[in-house]
């Protein structure tokens, strides 16, 4: 019996873990993989600390930080099921189950597909979901990138470094990311904005050969090799049964991080916080944290 389960290690899981460990907490952490969203993002200039550093850079020092502390890890391992019975929180992956008297939710958030026909035949075959992992396979080649917002911007500034050309495809009127990074994208000779755009279909044979798309009633076909699906995030939150969430599924929290049940908290991404940040998930863990310890503290 476990005082915490921490389920997931991205920026808030991890400061949640290490605020646990230093509590002197008997914990647990069950996560899929170690880093979260900050192991794909690219150049972090806003992270207080650190002027410049990249996401992989920023998600292995965590994890430095992380195993500091003798804290039992159950690495790759996905929850399926999760609920809270005579106040024990149960939680079965698919290779065991655990129980606490508390729990922290901080699952992040995963790739939106477009659903469109091609995409689940070329991914991994020239369609991704992450620029930091696989941009350096691209190199000299010409891609698209699906998006507008900060994700978009940033996978495309990566790949400004690599590709031959960049298609920017955005359906809305505008680009919605931070102007500094539409500033660098709009002076770059490789980059074609295309705004107002959907893009209806990815072909090829064998590997991504190139993208159908829809502006202004006309469709077109743009030759590329490469496809970078970067239009936003799904909380993972579909293993919580009885936690209140709203509309787009993310946990409902209060500012100490409650959620509606006593003993279960959540942090970060998954959670409805406006802001998806790295910084603000990492201070959100701690919050967490602080308020599992204190009501331990209250029930005992």
């Known amino acids: 019996m476990y005082d ?23 914990l647990l952490v069950v996560t899929k993989d170690i880093g979260g969203q900050a192991a794909w993002s690219g150049d972090i200039e806003n992270y207080t600390g650190y002027q410049f550093i990249t996401g992989p850079e ?54 939106r597909e477009l659903n469109i026909p091609g995409e689940k035949e070329f ?47 955005n359906i809305t009127a505008r680009l919605a990311g931070d102007p500094i990074m539409q ?11 295309l705004n107002n755009t959907n893009i209806t279909s990815i072909i090829g044979n064998g590997m ?3 993208i159908r798309i829809k502006r202004a009633n006309k469709e077109e076909t743009l030759s590329v090799q490469g496809v970078f699906v970067e239009i936003g995030l799904i909380p993972n939150s579909e293993f919580v049964k009885d936690v209140e969430k709203n509309q787009w599924g993310e946990i409902k929290v209060t ?8 003993g279960i908290f959540a942090a970060g991404d998954v959670t ?27 029930q005992e």
Not at 6 to 25: E, S, W
Not at 161 to 166: E, L, M, T, V
Not at 183 to 193: D, F, L
């Open 4 to 26: 915490l389960i921490i389920i997931g290690a991205g920026p808030a899981g991890i400061t949640a873990a290490v605020y646990a460990a230093r509590k002197r907490m008997n």
């Open 58 to 111: 920023l998600a292995a020092k965590f994890e430095e930080h992380l195993r500091k502390y003798d804290i039992a890890l159950k690495e790759g391992e996905e929850v399926t099921e999760f609920k809270m019975a005579d106040n024990i929180v149960r939680v079965e992956t698919h290779r065991g189950t655990y129980e606490a008297k508390t729990a922290i939710i901080a699952s992040g958030k995963r790739s």
């Open 123 to 169: 991914k991994n075959r020239g369609l991704t979901y992450c620029a930091t992992c696989d941009g350096p396979l691209f190199s000299g080649k010409e891609v698209a990138v699906i998006g507008g917002g900060n994700s978009a911007l940033d996978a495309t500034l990566q790949l400004m470094n690599i590709a031959k050309h960049i298609y920017l495809i």
């Open 183 to 193: 500033e660098k994208i709009n002076a770059s000779k490789i980059v074609t904005i």
């Open 208 to 210: 991504v050969a190139g």
């Open 255 to 262: 500012s100490r991080n409650e959620t509606n049940i006593p």
């Open 272 to 298: 409805d916080v406006p802001e998806k940040q790295i910084i603000i998930a990492a201070g959100e863990g701690s919050k967490a944290c602080l308020s599992a310890f204190r009501f331990l503290a209250r």
